[in-house]
């Protein structure tokens, strides 16, 4: 029997049975789990929601509006609950409310279908009204909480500003990061904060270079930043084709193709760009020469003028750098960043292919003479007093800390400044020499003239997290109170920046050696203290069960589950045999490739940085085995590795490989763990590391569920790959985010002030330069499957109206 007042019949009673079956659906789901993440010590919150949805579930199938009530009921204790564990978080009520507050508008909605009571039907009109206006005064009330408060103002940075000619960019953009002393900053001031907004591309120009199979398209990411000088701009394709333009135009003057096949692809078919040489008092063909590394690690000269080999350069315009490598499959040992050249060396690392084998090619320095290509030394780690190509019948010793990003340089000290990684197998440490822990994730200078050890600084202690260092130090000459020291500015990808005496190695601010976690499956390789920097991290707070997400409870809860399941003890959680582990931040940052950017005029340091932790798995030899996994050139079928890095890695030669959940996703939708902000833009105080602004960076319209493009544009933070440039003008000039946006910022405020939709990714640092007294602004729009952005061969340009 109905209660008084509730319908008993009628055509419209297939709506509430509907929705009574969905919340009984849900509830289930939610009580399941719920009761599940309960006996992990969970919240118990999932569990009693479920229980709530189930009965008012059976209510509405059955026709009672008291399922109407029972869910409002529900949704009030969720509201109050989802304040209670994070308050005013925009981004973290969500998953907490958006989902239940949909469900609640269908019950009032309902309503009348369930009774002819009209003071019900009063009572479910007035909390459909009353939530809508709640829900208005509650978005309002976020974006008042989210609003930024007011930035700060950078200490007084009078005597920072070094204009050497090896700091600053100018009229042209010479190196990789602007300079070898990677400031990425240019003293070009004609775009404003004021002007910005009138930014319009200028022309764009199609390298050609676009994957023309399948499995080469899985590997693309175009990361390259031109260099200009006079009046030409040259870059690299994601298989080493090197074109040179006409600055002004875009128009293309020549090109080389040096014919890389697919298979040297490493991880990713990338150039990060090419080096220009002028030779002292030299003229004729080849005075001024671009010089780039391959995929296949040949370093190749070609006249700046013609693109022609410069036939004086190694055998015909090239170098094979694999002579005492050893063997190796394709594509374990590539150069993917552009050389540094440092009174007259060239120097080069390599790409050894990450967690493959233990006895992986040599993480070998080599120096090369610019004009002849000769060999002027190699820094082999674990063999300080071999000077140059090892005796015959031997190699450089195998799975050493490699250099696969770009060193900076300093030409009046005549030293070059490498970013270590870790020994090939990235997350097993039992076999490591002690020359190679003490080398590992750290920064090592060296003599450029002999190739000699002069420092180094470590910033990760036998590393097990894959925190290599991925950026290159910035120079910058850095006041104290005994005066202004020449110093640099080094990230991490665990988000620490620390400011050396790049001349000693010293530390300038202040660096901690602090407790971290023991335990894990090597107790007695984890060092008990780690360094800690005081002058600045972006790293944020250790990870909570109340920062899991999802765009629903559901998918929330089963996040709690596995942070539950997990081991997690903080920064530094060792790897664990005993399922999975969270590593946070993950891999990719903190500070990845993309670096820093530093205006030392006003003394301010510009970052991008990622914020999403890794959900990782130790995978014993056997089961790995079973799986198939295996290293390049032992895998059975093709021989293109496949997935994000770490996602399957056999790391032969230790007990265990290794599978990475990067970004930790759900494997359903696809969507991440952790809550937003994913990435963000911050301003530090060059003197004081004091935070100016931080902002979340990058907007969530390529972004959603089951990889399916949101298209709103809302600045959720997105993870990001490629750096910054800052200008005199006040301006900073970034893509680096998954939304292929080109953006204009404040450098004082944070604020943005111009946009561009890109033809493709933006996963590339920009530069900026001056010909015929216009200001362009020049980034490579080519996409990177691991940033699932769209793949492109474009390379545009944006100036001012005339």
Same mark, same amino acid.
């Given at each position: 029997?109905?209660?008084?007042?509730?319908?008993?019949?009628?055509?419209?009673?297939?709506?509430?049975?509907?929705?009574?079956?969905?919340?009984?659906?849900?509830?289930?789901?939610?009580?399941?789990?719920?009761?599940?993440?309960?006996?992990?010590?969970?919240?118990?919150?999932?569990?009693?929601?479920?229980?709530?949805?189930?009965?008012?579930?059976?209510?509405?199938?059955?026709?009672?509006?008291?399922?109407?009530?029972?869910?409002?009921?529900?949704?009030?204790?969720?509201?109050?609950?989802?304040?209670?564990?994070?308050?005013?978080?925009?981004?973290?009520?969500?998953?907490?409310?958006?989902?239940?507050?949909?469900?609640?508008?269908?019950?009032?909605?309902?309503?009348?279908?369930?009774?002819?009571?009209?003071?019900?039907?009063?009572?479910?009109?007035?909390?459909?009204?009353?939530?809508?206006?709640?829900?208005?005064?509650?978005?309002?009330?976020?974006?008042?909480?989210?609003?930024?408060?007011?930035?700060?103002?950078?200490?007084?940075?009078?005597?920072?500003?070094?204009?050497?000619?090896?700091?600053?960019?100018?009229?042209?953009?010479?190196?990789?990061?602007?300079?070898?002393?990677?400031?990425?900053?240019?003293?070009?001031?004609?775009?404003?904060?004021?002007?910005?907004?009138?930014?319009?591309?200028?022309?764009?120009?199609?390298?050609?270079?676009?994957?023309?199979?399948?499995?080469?398209?899985?590997?693309?990411?175009?990361?390259?930043?031109?260099?200009?000088?006079?009046?030409?701009?040259?870059?690299?394709?994601?298989?080493?084709?090197?074109?040179?333009?006409?600055?002004?135009?875009?128009?293309?003057?020549?090109?080389?193709?040096?014919?890389?096949?697919?298979?040297?692809?490493?991880?990713?078919?990338?150039?990060?760009?090419?080096?220009?040489?002028?030779?002292?008092?030299?003229?004729?063909?080849?005075?001024?020469?671009?010089?780039?590394?391959?995929?296949?690690?040949?370093?190749?000269?070609?006249?700046?003028?013609?693109?022609?080999?410069?036939?004086?350069?190694?055998?015909?315009?090239?170098?094979?750098?694999?002579?005492?490598?050893?063997?190796?499959?394709?594509?374990?040992?590539?150069?993917?960043?552009?050389?540094?050249?440092?009174?007259?060396?060239?120097?080069?690392?390599?790409?050894?292919?990450?967690?493959?084998?233990?006895?992986?090619?040599?993480?070998?320095?080599?120096?090369?003479?610019?004009?002849?290509?000769?060999?002027?030394?190699?820094?082999?780690?674990?063999?300080?007093?071999?000077?140059?190509?090892?005796?015959?019948?031997?190699?450089?010793?195998?799975?050493?800390?490699?250099?696969?990003?770009?060193?900076?340089?300093?030409?009046?000290?005549?030293?070059?400044?490498?970013?270590?990684?870790?020994?090939?197998?990235?997350?097993?440490?039992?076999?490591?020499?002690?020359?190679?822990?003490?080398?590992?994730?750290?920064?090592?200078?060296?003599?450029?003239?002999?190739?000699?050890?002069?420092?180094?600084?470590?910033?990760?202690?036998?590393?097990?997290?894959?925190?290599?260092?991925?950026?290159?130090?910035?120079?910058?000459?850095?006041?104290?109170?005994?005066?202004?020291?020449?110093?640099?500015?080094?990230?991490?990808?665990?988000?620490?920046?620390?400011?050396?005496?790049?001349?000693?190695?010293?530390?300038?601010?202040?660096?901690?050696?602090?407790?971290?976690?023991?335990?894990?499956?090597?107790?007695?390789?984890?060092?008990?203290?780690?360094?800690?920097?005081?002058?600045?991290?972006?790293?944020?707070?250790?990870?909570?069960?109340?920062?899991?997400?999802?765009?629903?409870?559901?998918?929330?809860?089963?996040?709690?589950?596995?942070?539950?399941?997990?081991?997690?003890?903080?920064?530094?959680?060792?790897?664990?045999?005993?399922?999975?582990?969270?590593?946070?931040?993950?891999?990719?940052? #903190?500070?990845?490739?993309? &670096?820093? *950017? =530093?205006?030392? @005029?006003? $003394? %301010? !340091?510009?970052?991008?940085?990622?914020?999403?932790?890794?959900?990782?798995?130790?995978?014993?030899?056997?089961?790995?085995?079973?799986?198939?996994?295996?290293?390049?050139?032992?895998?059975?079928?093709?021989?293109?590795?496949?997935?994000?890095?770490?996602?399957?890695?056999?790391?032969?030669?230790?007990?265990?490989?290794?599978?990475?959940?990067?970004?930790?996703?759900?494997?359903?939708?696809?969507?991440?763990?952790?809550?937003?902000?994913?990435?963000?833009?911050?301003?530090?105080?060059?003197?004081?590391?004091?935070?100016?602004?931080?902002?979340?960076?990058?907007?969530?319209?390529?972004?959603?569920?089951?990889?399916?493009?949101?298209?709103?544009?809302?600045?959720? #933070?997105?993870?990001?790959? &490629?750096? *910054? =440039?800052?200008? @005199?003008? $006040? %301006? !900073?000039?970034?893509?680096?985010?998954?939304?292929?946006?080109?953006?204009?910022?404040?450098?004082?405020?944070?604020?943005?002030?111009?946009?561009?939709?890109?033809?493709?990714?933006?996963?590339?640092?920009?530069?900026?330069?001056?010909?015929?007294?216009?200001?362009?602004?020049?980034?490579?729009?080519?996409?990177?499957?691991?940033?699932?952005?769209?793949?492109?061969?474009?390379?545009?340009?944006?100036?001012?109206?005339?």
């Amino acid at each position: 029997m109905p209660l008084n007042g509730e319908r008993s019949n009628g055509v419209a009673s297939w709506p509430p049975r509907l929705l009574g079956a969905a919340f009984l659906l849900i509830g289930l789901v939610l009580a399941v789990g719920g009761a599940w993440l309960a006996v992990l010590h969970g919240s118990p919150y999932y569990g009693l929601a479920g229980l709530g949805l189930i009965v008012s579930g059976v209510l509405l199938i059955t026709r009672r509006i008291t399922g109407v009530w029972l869910y409002a009921a529900v949704f009030a204790a969720t509201l109050v609950w989802a304040l209670w564990e994070v308050g005013l978080n925009g981004w973290a009520l969500v998953p907490r409310l958006v989902g239940p507050l949909v469900l609640l508008w269908l019950a009032l909605a309902c309503a009348p279908l369930l009774t002819v009571d009209r003071r019900a039907r009063k009572l479910a009109g007035g909390l459909f009204a009353g939530s809508l206006i709640l829900t208005m005064v509650g978005v309002a009330a976020v974006a008042i909480a989210a609003a930024p408060g007011k930035p700060g103002e950078p200490s007084s940075a009078s005597g920072l500003l070094a204009m050497d000619g090896t700091m600053a960019a100018g009229a042209d953009w010479t190196a990789y990061g602007g300079t070898y002393g990677a400031q990425r900053y240019s003293t070009l001031a004609q775009i404003t904060p004021e002007n910005a907004g009138q930014l319009r591309r200028a022309w764009l120009f199609h390298t050609g270079d676009m994957p023309d199979t399948p499995e080469a398209k899985k590997q693309y990411g175009a990361e390259t930043t031109p260099l200009k000088v006079g009046d030409a701009l040259y870059l690299c394709t994601p298989k080493n084709v090197m074109i040179a333009l006409d600055a002004a135009t875009g128009k293309e003057r020549w090109r080389f193709d040096p014919k890389v096949a697919d298979i040297h692809i490493p991880y990713t078919a990338a150039c990060r760009g090419v080096a220009y040489y002028a030779a002292p008092n030299a003229s004729g063909p080849c005075a001024r020469r671009i010089i780039e590394g391959t995929l296949d690690a040949r370093l190749i000269a070609v006249d700046a003028g013609t693109g022609q080999p410069c036939a004086g350069f190694g055998f015909g315009g090239q170098v094979d750098t694999n002579q005492g490598v050893g063997k190796a499959a394709a594509g374990m040992f590539s150069i993917t960043s552009a050389p540094t050249i440092v009174r007259g060396v060239v120097v080069t690392g390599h790409q050894v292919l990450d967690g493959q084998r233990r006895d992986a090619p040599s993480g070998v320095i080599q120096g090369y003479d610019a004009v002849t290509g000769q060999l002027r030394w190699a820094w082999d780690m674990t063999r300080p007093d071999l000077t140059g190509a090892p005796p015959p019948g031997q190699t450089y010793t195998r799975g050493t800390p490699n250099m696969w990003t770009t060193a900076s340089g300093d030409e009046a000290l005549g030293l070059v400044y490498l970013p270590l990684g870790n020994s090939a197998v990235d997350y097993w440490s039992s076999t490591r020499s002690p020359l190679e822990k003490a080398h590992s994730s750290s920064l090592v200078a060296l003599d450029v003239t002999t190739g000699k050890k002069v420092w180094s600084f470590q910033a990760v202690h036998n590393d097990v997290w894959d925190y290599d260092l991925g950026s290159q130090a910035t120079l910058v000459n850095f006041p104290t109170g005994a005066g202004t020291v020449p110093a640099l500015v080094l990230p991490g990808k665990q988000g620490d920046l620390y400011v050396l005496d790049r001349r000693t190695g010293a530390p300038l601010t202040g660096v901690v050696e602090k407790p971290v976690p023991q335990g894990g499956v090597e107790p007695q390789q984890r060092a008990p203290t780690q360094p800690f920097s005081l002058f600045h991290t972006l790293r944020k707070a250790d990870l909570t069960e109340k920062r899991m997400w999802g765009m629903s409870p559901i998918d929330q809860m089963i996040c709690r589950i596995q942070f539950r399941r997990a081991t997690y003890k903080g920064f530094y959680t060792p790897p664990e045999t005993k399922g999975h582990y969270v590593e946070y931040p993950g891999y990719n940052g #903190g500070s990845d490739w993309g &670096g820093i *950017a =530093v205006d030392p @005029a006003r $003394g %301010v !340091i510009v970052a991008n940085y990622n914020d999403m932790p890794n959900y990782n798995r130790l995978v014993p030899r056997a089961e790995a085995d079973k799986k198939g996994w295996a290293p390049r050139g032992e895998e059975r079928g093709g021989s293109m590795k496949k997935g994000a890095e770490g996602a399957g890695d056999p790391q032969w030669g230790s007990p265990y490989a290794i599978d990475v959940n990067a970004g930790w996703r759900l494997p359903l939708t696809g969507l991440l763990c952790k809550e937003p902000p994913y990435g963000g833009l911050t301003a530090i105080d060059l003197r004081t590391g004091r935070t100016l602004w931080d902002r979340p960076f990058g907007s969530a319209r390529n972004n959603g569920p089951f990889g399916i493009p949101s298209r709103l544009p809302i600045e959720i #933070g997105t993870p990001n790959n &490629g750096g *910054a =440039v800052v200008t @005199a003008g $006040g %301006v !900073i000039f970034i893509a680096a985010a998954t939304d292929d946006l080109i953006r204009a910022v404040d450098l004082k405020t944070g604020k943005t002030l111009w946009t561009d939709h890109l033809p493709g990714g933006g996963q590339a640092t920009p530069m900026t330069y001056e010909i015929g007294g216009k200001q362009y602004l020049v980034i490579m729009a080519g996409g990177h499957h691991f940033m699932e952005t769209k793949i492109s061969d474009a390379l545009v340009a944006y100036a001012l109206p005339s």
